[in-house]
């Protein structure tokens, strides 16, 4: 078991640049989901796929934020035109989806810093 | 929108002493709830879970109590141990797994 994996771990960016992530889930899994984490806070969902279709975004993920899941297998989720409020943690995480409900297990999470 | 709260930001216990962390959601529609534990530098890890349809689960030390009519859950860790110490959130989904979480609870086992 290899677990959800994220790159890169950290990212340091100027104001107005573009970064990108990429989340690799676990194999099994069909969901994958995208959650930000700032200080004090808990995960506060982006966005989540099935395969490869995105079923819903969060109001949070402005049209600055990007994510796909080409082929039902890795994401990436892009962010353009950074801004300083965008610094916080950026977490994956995956699960199975059946019929009963299941854990989200998370990756490690990308921590961006915009400067 | 807040939908999931965990209202005490730190708890500190003695080891060996129960350890409760409280939740509180406003959505009626969530049927799945959850505990995951965070250490500095890693991703939130999965501890225990509860279906609505239940009141009550186990697990070693780890017990989650529902309440559904007061849309309430806690956590019961005992004996508490110093390893225990960590961010604790509590979590709730609906049927389709969209998972919302709390802010987060920071317990600190004392030895």
């Known amino acids: 078991d290899t677990g959800v994996s994220q790159d890169p771990r950290h990212k340091i960016t100027k104001r107005g640049q573009n970064v990108t992530f990429r989340c690799d889930p676990i194999s099994e899994h069909n969901r994958l989901y995208w959650y930000r984490q700032t200080l004090g806070q808990g995960p506060e969902f982006l966005t989540y796929f099935q395969n490869e279709a995105q079923l819903e975004k969060s109001r949070l993920l402005s049209d600055r934020f990007s994510a796909e899941r080409p082929k039902g297998s890795f994401s990436t989720l892009e962010i353009q035109r950074t801004e300083q409020g965008d610094s916080a943690m950026y977490l994956c995480?995956?699960?199975?989806?059946?019929?009963?409900?299941?854990?989200?297990?998370f990756g490690n999470g990308t921590r961006l810093t915009v400067t | 929108d807040q939908q999931v709260k965990q209202n005490s930001p730190s708890l500190s216990v003695q080891e060996g002493r129960i350890s409760i962390l409280n939740c509180d959601y406003t959505n009626s529609m969530f049927d799945y709830f959850l505990w995951y534990k965070k250490y500095p530098a890693e991703g939130p890890t999965f501890l225990i879970s509860?279906?609505?349809?239940?009141d009550k689960n186990e697990d070693g030390r780890f017990t989650v109590f529902l309440n559904k009519s007061a849309k309430h859950l806690s956590l019961h860790i005992v004996p508490s141990q110093p390893g225990d110490s960590a961010v604790y959130f509590c979590a709730a989904s609906t049927y389709n797994n969209d998972m919302r979480f709390g802010a987060g609870t920071r317990l600190t086992v004392k030895p």
């Open positions: 995480a995956s699960s199975f989806n059946s019929l009963s409900n299941s854990p989200l297990h």
């Open positions: 509860i279906s609505s349809i239940k």
